[in-house]
């Protein structure tokens, strides 16, 4: 039969190092009450005092931010299409009532427009059936 690995947190950890580093208590003293080997809680300390003291990511926790990154790049892109609907409805709102209102000096400029002459009806000709002028 195996050894039974205990795991420890990070708190735990930087608690106990805080305490040697404060003067509360030493490694000895940590070590007996935590049934600990020395050479472990001392490489704790190290960590601790070089500052490369971090909790590990774990695979669920690098799942869950691919995950959340995803989300977000939806939620802007939902955004962005909220954004478009809601100008393109204010401009279709625009187009009806322009066309139905009333020409008043405040929205006169939008009625002005330069006149197509190729859109009005070309006068009528004739011909004269003998070709004569």
Same mark, same amino acid.
């Given at each position: 039969?195996?050894?039974?690995?205990?795991?420890?947190?990070?708190?735990?950890?930087?608690?106990?190092?805080?305490?040697?580093?404060?003067?509360?208590?030493?490694?000895?003293?940590?070590?007996?009450?935590?049934?600990?080997?020395?050479?472990m809680?001392e490489g704790?300390?190290?960590?601790?005092?070089?500052?490369k003291?971090?909790?590990?990511?774990?695979?669920?926790?690098?799942?869950?931010?691919?995950?959340?990154? /995803?989300?977000?790049?939806? %939620? !802007?892109?939902?955004?962005? &299409?909220?954004?478009? =609907?809601?100008?393109?409805?204010?401009?279709? /709102?625009?187009?009806?009532? %322009? !066309?139905?209102?009333?020409? &008043?000096?405040?929205? =006169?400029?939008?009625?002005?427009?330069?006149?197509?002459?190729?859109?009005?009806?070309?006068?009528?000709?004739? &011909?004269?059936?003998?070709?004569?002028?």
């Open positions: 039969m195996g050894k039974i690995r205990r795991k420890f947190d990070v708190s735990f950890k930087t608690q106990d190092c805080q305490r040697i580093e404060a003067g509360l208590q030493t490694v000895a003293e940590i070590c007996h009450e935590n049934q600990l080997q020395r050479q809680v704790w300390l190290s960590r601790y005092v070089s500052g003291m971090a909790p590990r990511v774990t695979d669920r926790q690098r799942e869950l931010e691919r995950e959340n990154e /995803k989300l977000k790049a939806k %939620v !802007g892109e939902l955004t962005m &299409t909220i954004d478009l =609907l809601k100008k393109v409805e204010l401009w279709k /709102k625009q187009q009806t009532s %322009v !066309g139905s209102s009333i020409i &008043t000096s405040r929205n =006169l400029a939008q009625f002005q427009k330069p006149a197509d002459m190729l859109s009005y009806p070309r006068p009528a000709t004739t &011909t004269n059936p003998r070709g004569t002028k």
